[in-house]
């Protein structure tokens, strides 16, 4: 199960970070998501963290590149996403992702991730 936390509102500029906990899994082990989802628009990707042995690389979405880092704590058993430098077009929903399996493509679809936390909505104030 998975349990997206650290939403909020946040003035344009400002900064947020959103903890993604799991129980029962591993994360370091699966590869990890953040998606968003804004009000009537369709889930997108945010960025990605891939499980450690895949040399846990990231990727982000050229909308986001820059301005938010995913990481992840072993010790912790959760992934971060750091959002800095926050526009108003980064108000949605955000959910994270769990995928069960690993592809060899850059597994930035919505259908790449099999088990997602329940969202945390995310606004921000131009």
């Known amino acids: 199960q998975l349990q997206a936390s650290g939403g909020g509102s946040a003035q344009a500029g400002g900064s947020l970070r959103l903890s993604c906990a799991a129980s029962?899994?591993?994360?370091?082990?699966?590869?990890m998501a953040w998606f968003r989802q804004a009000p009537g628009k369709e889930r997108e990707f945010v960025a990605n963290?891939?499980?450690?042995?895949?040399?846990?690389?990231?990727s982000y979405a050229e909308s986001v590149k820059g301005r938010f880092t995913i990481s992840r704590d072993n010790a912790k058993n959760t992934v971060y996403l750091q959002m800095n430098s926050l526009k108003f077009e980064d108000t949605a929903v955000y959910h994270c992702?769990?995928?069960?399996?690993?592809?060899?493509?850059?597994?930035?679809?919505?259908?790449?991730?099999?088990?997602w936390g329940q969202g945390t909505q995310v606004t921000v104030s131009s």
């Open positions: 963290i891939r499980r450690s042995g895949y040399g846990s690389s990231t």
């Open positions: 992702g769990l995928a069960g399996r690993n592809l060899a493509g850059p597994m930035i679809r919505a259908d790449d991730y099999d088990y």
């Open positions: 029962g899994r591993t994360l370091s082990r699966y590869n």
